[in-house]
């Protein structure tokens, strides 16, 4: 992605606060995992959003002062021992490439460079990404940073920015719908694979190596998350992860997973029969699924509920249950579906953003509905990728088959072009 295009979105966001203020966003740092080995670093998706550097360790300072806007970033001064291990850091030049933030300092001068600008500036204000994940979570350098500037400067008013740069990313420029677009064509990819090298009695680990070897043939580092591939009444967990059972005969295969593409997510479930060809009970079941979806897509529009999705699909879904005989009362739909049939999709896979809201163009969003049947070991998701447009909306993932006769067929031929 263009380094203009952090450039528009660190402009926006300073445009929209208030005079002497300072915005502070830390990289983060990967967390240790055992001994000398650590987990594989993920920046923080806010400091990426606004700047594109991947890379741990790294602050970024925005100062807004009489109507002038500052942005500096403070990055580890080169290690020629270190080096010899783990590799070099990014140079000043790499980071003023990737990011456009010309004034690079090193990460040692940050609090220096802050207690100046706190102290000379008239500064009212700092904004850090203080977002939890709950009571417990433990402390981001954010939170850390907060508590200590507290203490320091007790003047400074602490606020969250979380939500504001939320409230950005969940509108997706053309850049990002391209890489979210390239990570659906790379899993489709991969999706046609498994489909292609299916059989009973595999095991669930062995079939989702073939799309982790799509993935690494197409140059793609990065999952979205951890891949689901659950068979039989495995598929009727909902995050079902372990992958480690044997694939029974004539049982159906949920697939949920995806790529990234520069840290942008797919999000893709399809089911499909280990043998090539539905059941008489698994088609009925999955045409339901499959019926649900066209329904609740047909209401995506901007404008809409985003909320208004989820009871279209619980309506179509009870409508066909109860003809079939699997309920009887709408309310009786809770013991087969129990989740959302929509989240946001973007730099995270459930992305951020406020879903009590109405639809507008440049969302993109997952639609998934499904049907869990633990009784009869059978678990029947169907998800696509939507993006929102000015007069509808637009399926991403059209390509990827999932009409039963286009599942058999496949299965049959063994071929497909994406």
Not at 46 to 63: P, S
Request: glycine fraction near 6%.
């Amino acid at each position: 992605m263009n380094h203009e295009s952090y450039l528009v979105r660190r402009t926006q966001l300073m445009d929209s606060l208030e005079p002497n203020s300072i915005v502070v966003l830390f990289a983060g740092q990967a967390p240790q995992k055992s001994a000398d080995e650590y987990y594989d670093f993920v920046p923080n998706k806010n400091f990426y959003y606004l700047t594109g550097i991947e890379r741990d360790k790294m602050i970024v300072m925005l100062q807004k002062f009489n109507n002038r806007i500052e942005t500096l970033v403070f990055i580890e001064k080169p290690n020629p021992v270190s080096e010899k291990w783990v590799g070099k850091v990014m140079s000043t030049e790499e980071v003023q490439t990737c990011s456009g933030i010309q004034d690079v300092y090193d990460l040692g001068e940050f609090t220096g460079k802050f207690h100046k600008a706190a102290t000379d500036c008239s500064v009212d204000c700092l904004y850090l990404d203080l977002e939890s994940r709950g009571w417990e979570a433990p402390f981001t350098n954010a939170r850390n940073f907060a508590k200590e500037v507290s203490e320091k400067y007790p003047y400074l008013t602490v606020r969250n920015i979380f939500h504001m740069i939320s409230d950005a990313r969940v509108i997706k420029t053309e850049d990002e719908i391209a890489c979210i677009r390239k990570a659906i064509e790379t899993t489709a990819k991969g999706v046609v694979s498994l489909m292609q090298h299916a059989k009973a009695g595999m095991w669930e680990y062995e079939l989702e190596a073939y799309f982790d070897f799509v993935l690494k043939m197409e140059g793609i580092q990065e999952h979205a998350f951890h891949t689901i591939a659950a068979s039989g009444k495995n598929a009727t967990v909902l995050h079902y992860s372990a992958n480690n059972c044997s694939i029974p005969e004539d049982s159906l295969i949920l697939f949920d997973l995806g790529a990234k593409v520069e840290h942008y997510s797919a999000d893709i479930t399809r089911t499909f029969p280990v043998s090539g060809r539905f059941t008489e009970r698994q088609k009925e079941l999955y045409s339901i699924v499959l019926q649900a979806q066209k329904d609740t897509i047909k209401a995506i529009k901007p404008g809409a509920a985003m909320k208004s999705l989820n009871l279209a699909t619980r309506k179509s879904l009870s409508q066909s249950c109860k003809k079939i005989g699997l309920i009887h009362e709408d309310t009786e739909l809770s013991r087969y579906y129990f989740h959302g049939v929509s989240h946001f999709l973007g730099l995270d896979t459930h992305d951020v953003g406020n879903t009590d809201c109405d639809l507008r163009a440049g969302m993109i969003l997952t639609v998934e509905p499904g049907l869990y049947i633990e009784e009869e070991n059978i678990g029947i998701r169907i998800e696509d990728n939507v993006l929102i447009t000015e007069d509808g909306c637009t399926l991403l993932s059209s390509f990827i088959p999932k009409e039963i006769e286009e599942i058999e067929a496949f299965m049959q031929k063994g071929s497909l072009k994406c």
